[in-house]
């Protein structure tokens, strides 16, 4: 059974900054891709960033140039920078690991969640 296990949230000011942790049980490379979402009080979960076994990235347009995602294949652990934050990165911040199957199917992997709370 798979587990990630995120760390690293807490409470900031804004313009402040952030790192959090997902570290897998096993080799993340055998995941196709890793992410972070995150949802806030009375929203749906959306997608922050997203990494993919070979390392190519993309990010939600709110966090573009601000967040950074990035992977270490060796400690099997996905991490997310988050600079210059904003009270509307408020979340809870989920890690994800999903492996594509045939026909479009995806096995999805997911965190506790961790807090993220930036105030102004």
């Known amino acids: 059974q798979v587990q990630l296990v995120e760390s690293g949230g807490g409470l900031v000011q804004a313009g402040g900054s952030l790192g959090l942790s997902c570290a897998a049980s096993?080799?993340?490379?055998?995941?196709?891709?890793m992410a972070w979402y995150r949802q806030a009080p009375g929203k749906q979960r959306e997608l922050v960033a997203a990494i993919t076994r070979s390392g190519s990235t993309d990010y939600a347009d709110s966090v573009k140039g601000r967040f950074t995602i990035s992977r270490d294949n060796a400690k099997n652990t996905v991490d997310l920078q988050m600079n210059t934050l904003k009270p509307e990165d408020t979340a809870v911040y989920y890690c994800?690991?999903?492996?594509?199957?045939?026909?479009?199917?995806?096995?999805?992997?997911w965190g506790q969640g961790t807090q993220v709370t930036v105030s102004s």
């Open positions: 096993g080799s993340i490379l055998s995941f196709s891709v």
């Open positions: 994800n690991a999903a492996i594509y199957l045939p026909f479009g199917s995806t096995r999805d992997y």
